[in-house]
Nanobody, 127 residues
Framework: QVQLVDSGGGLVQAGGSLRLSCAASGRTFSGVTMAWFRQAPGKAREFVAAVAWRNSTNYAPSVKGRFTIFRQNAKNSVYLQMNSLKPEDTAVYYC?????????????????????WGQGTQVTVSS
């Protein structure tokens, strides 16, 4: 059974840091794109960052320079290091993964492009 379990969220003050983790099981994800999305209450799910099987990365403009996505294929896991957090970063963060390799184009930023999702982990940034 394929499963993505994301964790690491919490409550931090503005300017603080958190590291989110996503542990995958049921198959290897080393050869496909993995990503992070977030969703604030009453808002649509928003792209945050993606990392390809060859470690190319893509970031939303709102987080570029503050967040870093990276993967450890030996652990079948992906991470999101979040620094200089802002109140507007408050959201539920979701790990996502593709079932197969595909050309990127503009697709890494589209939630519908992903096949597997974690349950979400809450990140709250206080001002």
């Amino acid at each position: 059974q394929v499963q993505l379990v994301d964790s690491g969220g919490g409550l931090v003050q503005a300017g603080g840091s958190l590291r989110l983790s996503c542990a995958a099981s049921g198959r290897t994800f080393s050869g496909v794109t993995m990503a992070w999305f977030r969703q604030a209450p009453g808002k649509a799910r928003e792209f945050v960052a993606a990392v390809a099987w060859r470690n190319s990365t893509n970031y939303a403009p709102s987080v570029k320079g503050r967040f870093t996505i990276f993967r450890q294929n030996a652990k079948n896991s992906v991470y999101l290091q979040m620094n200089s957090l802002k109140p507007e970063d408050t959201a539920v963060y979701y790990c996502a993964a593709r079932a197969a390799r595909a050309a990127w184009g503009d697709m890494p930023a589209m939630a519908a492009w992903y096949d597997y999702w974690g349950q979400g982990t809450q990140v709250t940034v206080s001002s």
